[in-house]
Every structure is written in C-alpha cells, then in structure tokens.
C-alpha cells in the first residue's frame, strides 16, 4: 500500500493544517463578493483564487526551497524586487484619468489634501492597539484609497500584513458606497447636503493639460522625493493621454495594459495569503483599522469644507459632501456624492465638483504614501 | 525597579507594548504628513492658477 502513500499526501497535508482549509474558505467568500456583491470584481476574484492556490499542498504554486513556483515567481519579480505590478498599473490609471474638472476648478485640490487625514488618525490609533510603527504606517495607508499606494508603502516597511492590508484596501474601495453616505450623514445637516453648487467651468488649454502632469511630478520629487515612482508613472500616463499625438498608446494603457497587470495583480498579492501569515488577530485589527481610515478620510474632507463655509460668501458656499469625494477610490467616491445630493435635491448635480476633489484626491493619497516612506526612511524603518 | 522601561513603554494594548516613541513618531508623522500635503497641493494649486491665466492670456491675444 505504500507505493500509493502519494495519493493521499495531499489530503494528510490539510488534515494537519486546517488553517489552509479556513483561507480556501475566505478565497471563496472573495469571489462570491466578486462576482455577487460585485465588490472589485477584477481584484478580489483573482484575490480569492490566489487564497486557495498558495494554501494547496506543496509545492504547487509557491515551490519549495529548489524550485521557485509561479506565484513566488510573480512576486519576487512583479512586486517585491521593484513594486512593478502597481507603478505599472498607475501608468493606466493615469491615461484614464481627465485632470480637466480639476483644471478649471484648482481649489478642489484643498479636499484631496483635506480627505487624507484618515491615515494620519489611523496610524496613532494602531500605535495606541500596540502595533509596531512600521506596521501602524503600514495599516494608515490603506485609508489612501488606493491600492497600488497601499501595496507599494506595505511592501517597503516589510509590513507583515501586506495580504491583510491589501485586502482591506481594495475591500473597502468597493465598500465606498456604503461607508461613505454613513459617514457624511454623520456628519452633516440635511440643509448642508442640499448646499447647491452651480458649474461653470473656465476652459482649460492643451498647453496646461500637458504641462500639468509634468509639473506635478517635479513638484512631489521635490517635496517628497519618495512619492516619486507613484506620482511619477501616474502623471506618465496622463500625459501620453492628454499629448494629442500618442492615442494608440493611451488607449493601450487605459485597456490592455491595465487589463494585463489587473490579472496578475490579484493572484500575484495572494502570496501574502498563505495561512500562516494571513490568519491572525492581526489581521482582523488590520481590516477594523481600514474602516476607520476610510472614515476619518471622508469625515475629513467634509469637515474641511465646512470650516472653508464659515470664511465663504453665501453664494460660494461648498457643499461639504464634496469634501468627502478627496479620497482616491475614483471615480466610485464622486458617483456617490452626485447621487446623495440628487437624493437630497433633484436639481442639485455636484458631480464634476466631486470628480475635481476626487481626482486631486488620487494626488493627495500618492503625496501622503511618498511623505509616509519619506518619514520612515529618515526613523529607520523601510526594508528598501 | 527599572525606570527607563517606563520611559520607553507607556502601557500594554490589545497587540503588544505601546513605545512612548512610536506615540510621539505617529504624532509626528501626522502634523507633518497633512503639511505636507497641503503644501504641495497649495504648490499645485498655484501652478495651475499661472497656467490658466496664461493660457487665457494667450488666447485674448489671438
């Protein structure tokens, strides 16, 4: 009968780690989110496969110590040795992005600045749960709404719930519709939500379009040199797409190549997923600390924005759910603005003010990611 | 009794030991994270404001 020992190799590997069964367990409820919930569905149902790929006996995907698996292989190449995987996908995000709304409307940026204050409150409140500071900045991040920022700051300070804390980020990102109207609601009065917004964009020049991205990178290099790869393949993109000679290359950015790096992402991230690592209470504080950012993120725009009404005329009084739409998740954040003030007021249309704060919140969150890598360069902290 | 241990450690949390330090490292990083940001989002700001004042510039000329 032993010759036939290796048929139930396997099944003798999970009956002596039953956590592997508990991760098959969480990669099925991510795709059931996927693709029921229709949360993230490109990144959490490529997530939730992974989950159940890297708990499979060895060596399967991961490899042993002579051979290197395909999902370790992904990792070390795409994510760990230079954070490939995101920059390159902020390269899409940047062709998809149209910096016009922000143009014509430069006080928006206030708002993504305004709307990161939940990482910052998110890092005191992991220190005061007794997490190291690295992982605590780590943990912040997710509150960026934005998950290249969140893998690239995790994967720097060596975090050790980088598979927790993507989790959350991209989770949260397609929780949005439901944290954000709590939030705001929290926060807000009725006639504050019903503040009326006219819009009347000034027009903006291909010259600006082009020099904005390029101005923007030298900016964050210079104040936070560390923002530079994120801001920088960001504002790459963007510029391809608003060069007027490159369309062929922008349309590739914004699909295929978005596309491509969207597929191996996912699965690539589930190597942090392996059970040891990932089932912890650790992780479950992890997750409750993303929340928390997420909305002391919104809260924070949106008490910006009433603090700038008590110094603004009546009739150029910000509507504070705008302040809300600072934070990354775009376009998601400015959806759900315009359809809380129609909610409010039918004729109330905020959407191109809240996709302004929306898109200057895609700035904001990188700048915060550099500042953060910046900090933890200067105390000693990062791994690269 | 050690004293220096009750200047590193403020007290025990939920994961492990709160570091005096790593409380005021995080305080830190937070005043000087969101100046951070509000100065290059007043930087951007200000770039965009000249650009745009150019590019009308330019078209009242034409």
Same mark, same amino acid.
């Given at each position: 009968?032993?010759?036939?020992?290796?048929?139930?190799?396997?099944?003798? &590997?999970?009956?002596?780690?039953?956590?592997?069964?508990?991760?098959?367990?969480?990669?099925? %409820?991510?795709?059931?989110?996927?693709? *029921? *919930?229709?949360?993230?569905?490109? %990144?959490?149902?490529?997530?939730?496969?992974?989950?159940?790929?890297?708990?499979?006996?060895?060596?399967?995907?991961?490899?042993?110590? =002579?051979?290197?698996?395909?999902?370790?292989?992904?990792?070390?190449?795409?994510? @760990?040795?230079?954070?490939?995987?995101?920059?390159? %996908?902020?390269?899409?995000?940047?062709?998809?992005?149209?910096?016009?709304?922000?143009?014509?409307?430069?006080?928006?940026?206030?708002?993504?600045?305004? @709307?990161?204050?939940? $990482?910052?409150?998110?890092?005191?409140?992991?220190?005061?749960?007794?997490?190291?500071?690295?992982?605590?900045?780590?943990?912040?991040?997710?509150?960026?709404?934005?998950?290249?920022?969140?893998?690239?700051?995790?994967? *720097?300070?060596?975090?050790? &719930?980088?598979?927790?804390?993507?989790?959350?980020?991209?989770?949260?990102?397609?929780?949005?519709?439901?944290?954000?109207?709590?939030?705001?609601?929290?926060?807000?009065?009725?006639?504050?939500?019903?503040?009326?917004?006219?819009?009347?964009? @000034?027009?903006?020049? *291909?010259?600006?379009?082009?020099?904005?991205?390029?101005?923007?990178?030298?900016?964050?290099?210079?104040? !936070?040199?560390?923002?530079?790869?994120?801001?920088?393949?960001?504002?790459?993109?963007?510029?391809?797409?608003?060069?007027?000679?490159?369309?062929?290359?922008?349309?590739?950015?914004?699909?295929?190549?978005?596309?491509?790096?969207?597929?191996?992402?996912?699965?690539? $991230?589930?190597?942090?997923?392996? !059970?040891?690592?990932?089932?912890?209470?650790?992780?479950?504080? $992890?997750?409750?600390?993303?929340?928390?950012?997420?909305?002391?993120?919104?809260?924070?725009?949106?008490?910006? !924005?009433?603090?700038?009404?008590?110094?603004?005329?009546?009739?150029?009084?910000?509507?504070?759910?705008?302040?809300?739409?600072?934070?990354?998740?775009?376009?998601?954040?400015?959806?759900?603005?315009?359809?809380?003030?129609?909610?409010?007021?039918?004729?109330?249309?905020?959407?191109?003010?809240?996709? =302004?704060?929306?898109?200057?919140?895609?700035?904001?969150?990188?700048?915060?990611?550099? $500042?953060?890598?910046?900090? @933890?360069?200067?105390?000693?902290?990062?791994?690269? | 009794?050690?004293?220096?241990?009750?200047?590193? /450690?403020?007290? /025990?949390?939920?994961?492990?030991?709160?570091?005096?330090?790593?409380?005021?490292?995080?305080?830190?990083?937070?005043?000087?994270?969101?100046?951070?940001?509000?100065?290059?989002?007043?930087?951007?700001?200000?770039?965009?404001?000249?650009?745009?004042?150019?590019?009308?510039?330019?078209?009242?000329?034409?």
């Amino acid at each position: 009968m032993s010759e036939f020992q290796f048929l139930v190799d396997g099944a003798s &590997y999970v009956a002596s780690n039953p956590k592997t069964v508990v991760m098959w367990l969480i990669g099925g %409820l991510l795709i059931w989110l996927a693709i *029921k *919930k229709d949360f993230e569905p490109a %990144l959490l149902l490529p997530m939730g496969f992974g989950a159940i790929l890297v708990n499979l006996p060895l060596p399967g995907v991961l490899g042993t110590e =002579g051979s290197t698996g395909i999902v370790t292989w992904l990792y070390n190449v795409g994510i @760990a040795s230079s954070e490939a995987m995101p920059l390159l %996908l902020f390269v899409g995000i940047g062709a998809m992005i149209d910096f016009g709304p922000l143009l014509s409307n430069p006080r928006m940026l206030l708002f993504g600045g305004a @709307a990161q204050f939940g $990482i910052f409150l998110t890092v005191v409140l992991a220190v005061l749960l007794g997490f190291p500071l690295k992982e605590a900045m780590s943990a912040g991040v997710i509150g960026a709404a934005d998950g290249p920022t969140s893998i690239m700051v995790a994967q *720097k300070m060596g975090s050790e &719930y980088f598979g927790a804390i993507t989790v959350a980020a991209y989770s949260y990102m397609a929780l949005v519709p439901i944290i954000q109207p709590m939030a705001i609601r929290l926060v807000t009065t009725q006639k504050e939500r019903r503040i009326r917004m006219p819009y009347s964009p @000034a027009s903006v020049s *291909k010259t600006t379009r082009i020099l904005f991205p390029i101005i923007v990178t030298i900016i964050a290099g210079l104040v !936070a040199p560390d923002s530079v790869a994120l801001v920088g393949f960001l504002m790459f993109g963007n510029l391809i797409r608003e060069s007027g000679c490159l369309d062929n290359l922008s349309q590739t950015a914004q699909g295929p190549l978005a596309n491509l790096i969207t597929i191996f992402l996912g699965i690539t $991230i589930s190597f942090q997923m392996q !059970a040891e690592k990932f089932l912890s209470v650790g992780t479950l504080m $992890i997750m409750a600390l993303g929340l928390v950012a997420f909305t002391f993120d919104t809260i924070g725009g949106v008490l910006f !924005a009433k603090v700038l009404n008590l110094f603004l005329p009546h009739d150029k009084k910000i509507n504070p759910m705008v302040g809300g739409a600072g934070i990354s998740a775009f376009p998601m954040s400015a959806r759900v603005i315009q359809k809380m003030a129609l909610k409010e007021d039918n004729q109330n249309h905020l959407l191109m003010h809240a996709v =302004g704060a929306n898109v200057a919140g895609q700035i904001g969150s990188v700048v915060a990611g550099g $500042i953060i890598l910046s900090l @933890a360069r200067m105390w000693g902290l990062m791994i690269a | 009794m050690n004293l220096s241990w009750m200047f590193l /450690t403020a007290f /025990t949390s939920v994961m492990g030991e709160v570091k005096t330090e790593d409380i005021s490292h995080s305080l830190e990083l937070m005043g000087k994270g969101m100046l951070g940001i509000f100065v290059v989002m007043v930087l951007i700001f200000l770039v965009i404001v000249i650009l745009n004042k150019m590019g009308s510039g330019k078209k009242k000329e034409k």
